[in-house]
């Protein structure tokens, strides 16, 4: 909205905002407007790619490698990829914006299809980038490591003598990651997902991450009747309680979901991702990066484009020195990460693509299946991927495989995976042989090049 106001000061241009819980009558008028000529700039979320606007002149995609982008649910969706089609079949442009592009935009941009405008390599380099092997630390008598490190909690006692701003990175909500029982073993999850329910201090509940299913923190335990629960990891909620401990004079703030105020004079700031969607981002002396290894750890093909555009981001909002603590150094010192250079890391990332066939040098489709009863909704899996392979050689098809997480919604997941040079022989291929496969008590979807 602060975009809006900016743009409605001293223009004469017939300004509209769209967003996701819009009435629809004022959706109607504005889209209506859009055809008739009757606006000049629409700001909206990513259904606003479909806006009728007449004579368009330009599409901008803000933050381009957001992954919000993409929608979940039908009809499926990449915003940036409507946008782009919209330009080929028409006669405005597209603009990509954002700190970093995804590593599509860079690979178009390497080959002539895109044009790059920004700063050169080495521009926004000053800063420093230092890493924490957490590994000399060793593990307290509860088997884990300290959370801050006794160099970054260092680093933080000299910023702040010194006055200076600090920014701790901390892409983890809650207090603790899980909650469990230290007599009968018992890990509390949620009932819908197969994942552990997070356990949030300040409203003393329990959250799956996933679904959203709240729950109190239970007295004691269900299946033992212990009248103890630990918690095992952490969250933002739990660093601040340190922080607190630890620097007890420091101005300390955190900037999630939840919380979105900036005092002015905060010294110590705690943060999730949802710092870079803020309208002015923050920028601090020292930044530290408390535990970008969970990047490293799942297994998805984007898991090194991630972690480089979340680390290059980071850059940006750095003066001095970036501090990133892990438990594998290794892999950051082969990545060269201490003379971090986005150009290079995404060279050497598309080389490594190329040599996998990955997008975008090939592209991909996953064929999800879903349904509540884990045996039933395995054999179909197993079924339709029997019903596709070996019919065309230009499509190489993958066996089924658990989804991540297995269980999500109440719902077991099994994927396929298809792989193809061409997109649109991929396409084809799945509406061809896909086309009127219906299984009870199986919901199936495609998401073409998955995030």
């Not at 859009?34 to 629409?42: F, M």
Request: net charge positive; with cysteine; proline share 5%.
């Amino acid at each position: 909205m602060e975009l809006f106001e900016l743009l409605k000061q001293g223009q004469p241009h017939r300004i509209a905002v769209t967003y996701r819980k819009q009435k629809i009558g004022e959706e109607l008028r504005i889209w209506q407007d859009a055809k008739n000529a009757q606006l000049d700039i629409l700001i909206g979320t990513r259904p606003a790619v479909f806006t009728p606007m007449c004579n368009l002149g330009l599409i901008i995609i803000e933050e381009e490698d957001g992954y919000g982008y993409k929608e979940e649910q039908a009809p499926y969706y990449h915003a940036r990829e409507v946008a782009l089609m919209r330009a080929q079949l028409g006669e405005h442009k597209v603009i990509l914006a954002g700190r970093t592009p995804t590593l599509e935009s860079y690979y178009a941009i390497k080959t002539k299809k895109m044009r790059y405008i920004g700063p050169e390599a080495g521009e926004d380099e000053k800063s420093e980038i230092k890493i924490v092997d957490m590994r000399q630390y060793g593990f307290s008598r509860k088997g884990a490591r300290p959370i801050i490190s006794p160099a970054l909690g260092d680093r933080i006692q000299k910023a702040l003598t010194a006055g200076k701003k600090i920014i701790i990175f901390v892409n983890r909500k809650g207090f603790a990651a899980s909650a469990y029982c230290p007599k009968c073993g018992l890990v509390l999850t949620c009932e819908k997902c197969s994942r552990g329910l997070a356990f949030y201090s300040e409203e003393k509940k329990l959250v799956c991450n996933l679904c959203g299913l709240t729950k109190p923190l239970p007295s004691a335990c269900p299946q033992c009747g212990a009248r103890y629960i630990k918690h095992k990891g952490f969250g933002i909620e739990r660093i601040k309680s340190q922080l607190h401990l630890s620097y007890p004079q420091a101005k300390i703030c955190r900037i999630d979901k939840e919380h979105d105020t900036l005092p002015p004079d905060a010294q110590i700031i705690l943060a999730t991702e949802m710092i870079f969607h803020r309208e002015q981002v923050p920028a601090a002396d020292v930044v530290a990066a408390i535990d970008l290894d969970k990047a490293l750890q799942i297994v998805n093909y984007r898991g090194n484009e991630k972690l480089y555009s979340l680390v290059h981001r980071l850059k940006t909002i750095v003066r001095d020195e970036l501090l990133i603590q892990t438990a594998m150094p290794e892999h950051y010192q082969q990545k060269e990460f201490i003379h971090f250079n986005i150009q290079k890391l995404f060279d050497a990332e598309l080389r490594e693509r190329k040599a996998l066939s990955l997008p975008p040098f090939a592209h991909l489709a996953a064929v999800s299946l879903r349904g509540k009863d884990l045996e039933h909704t395995k054999r179909i899996a197993f079924e339709v991927y029997e019903k596709l392979k070996d019919k065309d050689s230009k499509v190489m098809i993958f066996e089924p495989t658990e989804g991540l997480p297995a269980k999500l919604r109440g719902k077991y997941r099994f994927n396929i995976l298809l792989k193809a040079k061409n997109p649109f022989h991929l396409s084809d291929f799945l509406r061809k042989h896909l086309a009127g496969i219906r299984h009870s008590g199986v919901i199936s979807t495609i998401e073409i090049d998955p995030q």
